[in-house]
């Protein structure tokens, strides 16, 4: 049974930095691209940075240059580190995978940033 469990958000003020965490388990994790979603009141879903087996990340316009997502394959996570937040950053954030052709997510976890 595939499993994403995301912890770390919060409540933070504009400027500050959060750090989420994304535990996974049921799959062979190493081999897997990992993704980091994120879904604002009133809006559709988008991506945020995601990370190939290999390494490679990728990250979304908005995000680039203060968020940094990172693997440990050693412990089945990914990490996401938010630096200099923004009220526009508000959201659940999803991890997310996908696996024998079906997309995985987390419960997802809540992030807001206050002005």
């Known amino acids: 049974q595939v499993q994403l469990v995301e912890s770390g958000g919060g409540f933070v003020q504009a400027g500050g930095s959060l750090s989420l965490s994304c535990a996974v388990s049921?799959?062979?994790?190493?081999?897997?691209?990992m993704s980091w979603y994120r879904q604002a009141p009133g809006k559709q879903r988008e991506l945020v940075a995601s990370?190939?087996?290999?390494?490679?990340?990728n990250y979304a316009d908005s995000v680039k240059g203060r968020f940094t997502m990172v693997r440990d394959n050693a412990k089945n996570t990914v990490h996401l580190q938010m630096n200099s937040l923004r009220p526009d950053d508000t959201g659940v954030y999803y991890c997310?995978?996908?696996?024998?052709?079906?997309?995985?997510w987390g419960q997802g976890t809540q992030v807001t940033v206050s002005s």
């Open positions: 997310n995978t996908n696996f024998n052709f079906r997309e995985y």
């Open positions: 049921g799959i062979f994790f190493r081999s897997h691209s």
């Open positions: 990370i190939s087996s290999g390494y490679s990340t």
